[in-house]
């Protein structure tokens, strides 16, 4: 069986240490604090700082994994191509690892290199160059760090006055040592998609149903599958999606985001690893949750098909305060909801905002999507987090 090292061990990396204990393989989490939600689950663990490349090759050479599979996007992922050549699978490879964890390289790749839409961008490394290209995209615009994730240091700009605030916040909200920001012009888009996205080593490339979800403070609040949009829109989306994931190669899942417009579909993210909005998955609306095909990709497992069997939609469970010990109030009430489930992820402290778990309500492919979603929200608003 395979030796898996994990570089960020959040509730992604937990939902993926259950899928890889389940048929066997080992993990060894590693992640820059103790009692991570994927150390709890895994067979080993590491505390270090993952930006720290020296540090980073001694917990290699120390475990010397089969796989590496990346999970957050502090890390110095350029050592992943030295990895490579020991003859370490990086996941899904590390020009993908590389390229995705800046959003530079990745928007560069999409629209540049292989012409896909994306919307009107400029980069800036100072509150200067943001003002320029500000004033070449237009506003409103959306400013965000080159390196981040789950909404840290994304905001909206809606006047001129906003300009300083929003490059503070992104500095602020980035990871690693990169200070780059990326300022997008506006789309005008119906609706947000992710497509998860499943490579195979020498075997065709697989489409989940889109899954529709929406943001506050530039993370996922709820998500839900499959999203109505239309078949036209969804094959490009598709085609998009493949064009992207064969330039960077590898096998794994990736979330790819996409704005549905009147004019089309543009590209906006790309994840080489499970999704937040994938957590829908684990409402049992497909044969394989993301997390599962994942692991099934990077091990080379054939996956003959993906299915839909119901619809589903996943709600955040938030904290509102700082705390060291956080404690749940409402697993009694949420739990005797039909059709709903949960997981609290078991993170060691909260503050604001935290996501600290999800609830998870799934019906019939019939029954209309807002409902099932209205009762995530429900259901994910019957428990607290306390300090």
Not at 24 to 50: K, W
Not at 258 to 269: L, M, Q
Not at 304 to 325: C, Q
Not at 358 to 370: F, K, N, Q, R
Request: hydrophobic letters at 40%.
């Amino acid at each position: 069986m395979a030796k898996i090292l994990l570089l960020g061990s959040g509730e992604l990396g937990k939902e993926f240490v259950i899928a890889a204990q389940r048929i066997g393989q080992t993990v060894i989490a590693v992640d820059s604090y103790a009692n991570a939600p994927a150390m709890q689950v895994a067979h080993d663990f590491e505390v270090i700082n993952m930006l720290d490349g020296e540090t980073l090759d001694k917990i290699v050479a120390k475990h010397q994994p089969d796989f590496i599979v990346p999970e957050i996007e502090a890390i110095r992922t350029e050592r992943f191509y030295d990895y490579e050549k020991q003859g370490i699978t990086v996941v899904p490879s590390a020009k993908a690892a590389n390229f995705t964890m800046n959003r530079k390289a990745i928007r560069d790749l999409a629209s540049k290199e292989l012409g896909l839409k994306t919307a009107e961008y400029r980069y800036a490394t100072t509150a200067e160059e943001l003002r320029k290209g500000v004033l070449e995209v237009g506003i409103p615009c959306v400013v965000k760090p080159l390196m981040s994730s789950s909404g840290k240091g994304q905001s909206t700009i809606k006047t001129e006055a906003d300009i300083d605030k929003a490059w503070e916040y992104a500095v602020a909200g980035s990871r690693g040592d990169v200070v780059e920001v990326i300022v997008e012009a506006f789309v005008k888009f119906n609706s947000e998609i992710t497509l998860l996205t499943v490579t195979q080593n020498n075997r065709r490339t697989l489409f989940c149903a889109p899954i529709g979800h929406r943001q506050e403070r530039g993370d996922y609040q709820e998500s839900w599958q499959p999203a109505r949009i239309s078949d036209k829109d969804l094959y490009e989306a598709q085609d998009m999606a493949e064009k992207v994931t064969e330039a960077l190669g590898g096998a794994g899942l990736f979330g790819v985001e996409f704005f549905i417009a009147d004019d089309g579909v543009y590209f906006s993210e790309l994840s080489p690893r499970p999704h937040d909005t994938g957590m829908v998955t684990l409402a049992g609306t497909q044969n394989f949750n993301e997390f599962e095909l994942h692991l099934r990709a990077i091990l080379s497992l054939p996956i003959f098909e993906i299915t839909l069997e119901k619809a589903g939609a996943s709600a955040v469970i938030l904290a509102s305060d700082n705390s060291t010990n956080p404690t749940y109030n409402g697993i009694e009430q949420i739990a005797a909801l039909p059709k709903t489930d949960f997981r609290i992820f078991g993170k060691p402290s909260s503050r604001p905002y935290r996501r600290m778990g999800v609830a998870l309500t799934s019906d019939s492919l019939e029954t209309p999507i807002e409902e099932i979603v209205k009762s995530a929200v429900k259901a994910a608003s019957l428990v607290t987090v306390n300090p």
